[in-house]
């Protein structure tokens, strides 16, 4: 049968689509064209969700969509849709719940077989084109579902209607309201304590997710505390420094890859995603503000030479990419990632480098060897700098220098490979995650450029992204098509920005967004949609409401904008901010404390609701020496659930400050020529500082 590429398909700007209108499948994208030939020709639709970053969605694309035969059935007696989830995260969130709903698994690909109204009335994940693994083959799926359909087509439908009812049941689970206390954020954080795999750091077994969010949460937990508790310290400690010596962290290139298939880190699903490492780069840079940690600060500063290597002409011209793929082609499994004894040595010419290389990063232990090929090993931190000294009989500042040298020339015959897609995508959302990152990384490590990158990327997405009617589409240069995560997570990374640089038009932007989010997204009980409410939709699931609180895979929408407005109330000093962000938090105030430990970014944004809010404001002169030390020491010294603004001493705001401060702001008003930093701690305020070493003495106490 010869290939009929989908024009549609053929001019999508997602590279899984592009790929797709290759297949001899028939693709239709998600839209009114799909599901209006479905109904006028009674079809059900095989819907194929997946992500140009997803291995098994290449092994089926490979094994089933590029098969003749397999294709041939397919466009005979379906209706095919290719959604890419990153594309359209609406449709994934639905479809994913309701195909777990069916079988009690998720993730890609996905492949749902669907009404012509658009609900799910059978689905998995991976289907091979031959019985299997303990699944079964997609040409026998196939006919029993065409067999179900076009002789006992009411049993079909009545699985739909279980199936909507279930789902609806599961989203009404999550929103349920309660009381808002300070005491949830401390039950969830005892949560995260029991969940805590003391052996290897992170929060349960396995497979096993990085989760930013929690190790936020537990470092302010940490510095809220201080010296009377040292345990949530060491759940941070141990599981940033469980990650960064693990297989999921890229121990050549940096950043860290999407999750680790293993309690112990060591071997990962090897696609990187923004969702993840800008969170993480957030996670490490305040941590290593913290704790002085240089081996923390190394990895934050890796995830940044990443996206700078894989990336460059991209974060010149503002953004960040949205992942990398885990695999070059479909039948490879990492190999890009990955390495053999030979290989090491082979790269490095030199047996003494290649024995200590192969120590240092566990190329000998059998536990990281890639499951199907027991000679390729993930790198990791096996061993440490002085055991390899000891084993190859040299001295600890030599080996380090042998350690570094090896890791540079390991990094040089990577790169000759054939390099795994960079995905160069500019979503919103994502991309202001990762904005967030940089500037975190810029504000606590002093990593300027990092700072820059950042700028220019929320620049753009405000120049090519923003609409003053719609708000934030999810690509810059799209018409249409904005979700609740575009605007929340953009909203804070400009108030990130704001806070950076003090420039007045971030502050201005993550208020107009946050204006239009409130208008678009949010429903009658006052949480926010991931679409915008009342949106037309082509297929029924996308009609209904889907609030989400979860972090799953991103940070939960409605988190960030509670987070969001939280702090946007603070910088402003305008309550009405605030009691939206807590008819949000509200909302789901029944539900979160039942599924805490996926839903970590909520109890941060309930943390800053329930407790003391630090408000930092610098005023002087513009360029004032000591005006300018005491902003860096405000924005360089962490602490939980703190603004800091800056004032030229002519035209203080007072509007815009703390009631307490306003007034101490008076009391000194004949002796603001010389700049002072006034800091308040919820209703208490400090006496005017005049220095950079007392202020961080005060910021950190």
Known sequence: MPVDPTPSLTRSRSPFLRHGAAQPVSWLPWGEEAFDRARREARPILLDIGAAWCHWCHVMDRESYENEEIARVINDNFVPVKVDRDERPDVDARYQRAVQTLSGEGGWPLTAFLTPEGEVFYGGTYFPPVEGMGRPALPRVLGEVLRVWTQQ??????????????????????SQAGELSAGMVTEAIEDFAHAFDFRNGGFGRSPKFPNAGAVLLLLDRHLDLGAREAWPMRIVADTLAGMAGGGIHDQLGGGFHRYATDAHWLVPHFEK????????????????????????????EGIVACYGDVAPQLLAAGGFPASQDADIAGEDDGDYWTWTEEEIRASLQDERAARAAILRFGVDEPAAAMPHQQDRHVLHIARAVEDVAEAIGAGVAETETLLALAARR???????????????????????????????????????PAGETALRALDRIWDEAFDVEDGVVHRPGDREGGYLEDQAAFALALLDAYEYTQKEEYLERARAVAVIMLARFRDAEGALRDRPAGESAPARPLAEAHRPIADAPAPAGNALAALALLRLSALLHDNSWADQAMVVLSVFAGSAPHMAISCATYFRALDWATSPVTTCVVVGAPGDETAEALLATALTTYRPRTVVRFFDAGAVRTEELPEEMRAMLKATAKARAKAKAYVCIGSRCLAPITSAEELRAALAE
């Open 273 to 300: 995603m923004a969702y993840d490492n800008g969170p993480l780069l957030e996670a490490y840079a305040r941590a290593a503000a913290v704790t002085g940690d240089a081996a923390l600060r190394r990895v934050a």
């Open 153 to 174: 087509r009411e049993r079909a439908l009545e699985m739909a209607r279980q199936v909507r009812e279930r789902v609806s049941a599961h989203e009404q689970a999550e």
């Open 410 to 448: 390991l990094k040089q015959a990577r790169d000759a490979r054939p390099r795994p897609l960079v995905d160069d995508t500019v979503y919103s959302g994502w991309a202001s995650l990762v904005a967030t990152g940089f500037l975190a990384a810029a504000r606590y490590l002093g990593l300027r």
